[in-house]
């Protein structure tokens, strides 16, 4: 037996056959996609992003509402984008066949995303490399995917978007990764899928990755190859236990997450389109904190109409049946990507021309997205919630176009809220709480930006701290702010979920934590269990 300690990244044990997953792919062009030229290239474009979107609509359906699957928009966006498109026909042009050309513009592109200051950007050299192996499979006739004759622990280096995108819960038992981040697509996935996942170990310890049993433990992040019996009824024994424990939480399915001492703490879900509104519910949230309204703009092929916008907002606030929606207005930008908004290119999107900048710019596209509002906000609970906001100015020109749209078309009741989520926000908090009925404390966002750290860079996994106190300061700075403006203050980001933080955040004086559906129970729990 061997045993190799990783990085943990999402809990649970996983007992099966290693199976290596090698995204190495020969040089040689093969006959059949030799002579091949522009008309074939569009038509495996086209293919690749049919592709992409029915692996994108599978994704949403299997994450329920716990995470958008957006971020295939940033690879399909490739496929339409005019310059990298007649670079390969300029190539097929002067005399070399699709899937030659394809691969010489794949090769330029991700040297030009490599070459760039911004980590953010050298890591879309993967999304290039991706969508570009999918295209060059369909012209070669290459088979794709990750199909697992049986229910395996796949070993990788990494996982490209789309082959997260592709994962079958049913047939990956677990993930044993070198280089993926915490908040790698990956890591986020198979959180989101339950798959208990390690990161940090090298697929070499391995004698012959595809024979070997493994014991994959996502709570300590530990790897056991080959264990002897001893240690295989051992991890049964605790993965009974887990198993038992989760049908013990179904009791909390109705039952508020109040505090031995009585306090009552809010606990809703984050969704990302309405066909989740039903996971929602029955997970036992108490409403939703966090709605990705990108998520329609971002399935559009155009700017939506405010009938449209209308009709998506009136349908999941009816569904909702009086619990609380907070809808964040759309924050398209940095990962988040729609072609049809045309936007530059930029060394930093991160920190760039998205989110509210881009509709205080924009006021007509930003007010058709408040007049659905407004209108649906008749159906339901309703809360308007503005995103990246780094000024008090920013929040009082929202409220002056929210006034002016209601003057238009009325409303119902609703709570007008912002998203804390930069260094900025939090520092001014006090101010800003004079101008809002509600905080958010984004902490994914906060958390990069306080420590300088890109979360998706695997060289700076040990650099991205949750618990560094800078940021806990801004929190509980924020929070105060909150408490002394007399209004609520919730948590929605990675550390709403993360259960060594909830005393913090309980005592801290937060009032609701907003997590991915699947973690309402536990979270529920844990609340109980506090004094």
């Known amino acids: 037996m061997k045993i190799v300690a990783g990085n943990p990244i999402n809990g649970g044990v996983a007992y099966g056959k290693a199976r290596l997953v090698d995204r190495k792919k020969g040089n040689t062009v093969p006959d059949s996609a030799k002579k091949k030229g522009w008309k074939e290239f569009l038509a495996a474009k086209d293919a690749a992003a049919a592709q992409l979107r029915k692996a994108q609509a599978a994704l949403?359906?299997?994450?329920?509402?716990?995470?958008?699957?957006?971020?295939?928009?940033?690879?399909?966006?490739?496929?339409?984008?005019?310059?990298?498109?007649?670079?390969?026909?300029?190539?097929?042009?002067?005399?070399?066949?699709?899937?030659?050309?394809?691969?010489?513009?794949?090769?330029?592109?991700?040297?030009?995303?490599?070459?760039?200051?911004?980590?953010?950007?050298?890591?879309?050299?993967?999304?290039?490399?991706?969508?570009?192996?999918?295209?060059?499979?369909?012209?070669?006739?290459?088979?794709?995917?990750?199909?697992?004759?049986?229910?395996?622990?796949?070993?990788?280096?990494?996982?490209?978007?789309?082959?997260?995108?592709?994962?079958?819960?049913?047939?990956?038992?677990?993930?044993?990764?070198?280089?993926?981040?915490?908040?790698?697509?990956?890591?986020?996935?198979?959180?989101?899928?339950?798959?208990?996942?390690?990161?940090?170990?090298?697929?070499?310890?391995?004698?012959?990755?595809?024979?070997?049993?493994?014991?994959?433990?996502?709570?300590?992040?530990?790897?056991?190859?080959?264990?002897?019996?001893?240690?295989?009824?051992?991890?049964?024994?605790?993965?009974?236990?887990?198993?038992?424990?989760?049908?013990?939480?179904?009791?909390?399915?109705?039952?508020?997450?109040?505090?031995?001492?009585?306090?009552?703490?809010?606990?809703?879900?984050?969704?990302?389109?309405?066909?989740?509104?039903?996971?929602?519910?029955?997970?036992?949230?108490?409403?939703?904190?966090?709605?990705?309204?990108?998520?329609?703009?971002?399935?559009?092929?155009?700017?939506?109409?405010?009938?449209?916008?209308?009709?998506?907002?009136?349908?999941?606030?009816?569904?909702?049946?009086?619990?609380?929606?907070?809808i964040r207005t759309v924050d398209i930008g940095a990962d988040k990507a729609a072609g049809y908004f045309c936007l530059d290119h930029e060394e930093n999107p991160a920190m760039g021309y998205r989110g509210i900048r881009i509709c205080l710019d924009r006021t007509d596209l930003f007010k058709t997205q408040l007049r659905a509002l407004l209108r649906a906000s008749k159906y339901g609970n309703l809360a308007i919630m503005f995103p990246m906001i780094t000024d008090v100015s920013e929040v009082k020109r929202c409220k002056k176009l929210l006034d002016e749209v209601r003057r238009e078309v009325g409303s119902a009741p609703f709570e007008t809220g912002i998203m804390i989520e930069t260094p900025a926000a939090a520092l001014i908090s006090?101010?800003?709480?004079?101008?809002?009925?509600?905080?958010?404390?984004?902490?994914?966002?906060?958390?990069?930006?306080?420590?300088?750290?890109?979360?998706?860079?695997?060289?700076?996994?040990?650099?991205?701290?949750?618990?560094?106190?800078a940021l806990l300061m801004l929190v509980e700075m924020s929070v105060k702010a909150a408490k002394r403006a007399g209004i609520w203050v919730g948590i929605c980001g990675e550390l709403a979920g993360e259960e060594k933080l909830t005393e913090w955040f309980v005592q801290s004086g937060v009032d609701e934590l907003s997590v991915s559906a699947s973690c309402v129970l536990e979270l529920k729990e844990k609340v109980r269990s506090l004094d």
């Open 430 to 469: 006090d101010k800003l709480a004079a101008e809002v009925d509600f905080f958010s404390i984004g902490t994914n966002d906060l958390m990069q930006f306080t420590l300088a750290v890109d979360r998706m860079n695997p060289k700076l996994e040990g650099t991205y701290d949750r618990y560094h106190p």
């Open 60 to 326: 949403s359906e299997k994450l329920k509402g716990q995470e958008d699957a957006g971020f295939l928009e940033i690879q399909i966006s490739f496929l339409e984008n005019e310059n990298l498109l007649n670079t390969v026909k300029s190539y097929i042009e002067e005399g070399k066949d699709a899937l030659e050309a394809s691969k010489k513009v794949c090769g330029e592109y991700v040297q030009r995303f490599l070459g760039l200051d911004s980590e953010y950007m050298r890591e879309r050299a993967k999304d290039v490399r991706d969508v570009f192996d999918r295209v060059e499979n369909i012209l070669s006739g290459t088979e794709a995917g990750m199909e697992l004759e049986e229910p395996s622990v796949i070993v990788c280096t990494d996982l490209s978007p789309s082959e997260t995108a592709e994962l079958n819960p049913e047939k990956v038992l677990g993930i044993i990764a070198q280089k993926s981040t915490t908040y790698s697509h990956m890591a986020i996935m198979a959180r989101m899928l339950g798959i208990p996942t390690v990161t940090g170990v090298d697929a070499r310890i391995f004698d012959e990755p595809g024979g070997e049993t493994v014991i994959l433990d996502g709570d300590e992040g530990v790897v056991y190859i080959n264990p002897d019996g001893e240690m295989i009824r051992t991890y049964e024994r605790k993965a009974a236990a887990d198993r038992k424990r989760k049908e013990g939480l179904k009791a909390l399915l109705n039952k508020p997450a109040c505090t031995k001492s009585g306090r009552e703490i809010k606990i809703y879900a984050n969704a990302a389109g309405e066909e989740e509104i039903k996971t929602v519910a029955e997970n036992g949230a108490d409403g939703i904190g966090l709605l990705r309204s990108e998520f329609i703009y971002m399935r559009s092929d155009a700017y939506p109409t405010e009938e449209q916008l209308f009709e998506t907002y009136r349908r999941i606030l009816s569904e909702m049946e009086g619990k609380k929606v907070v």
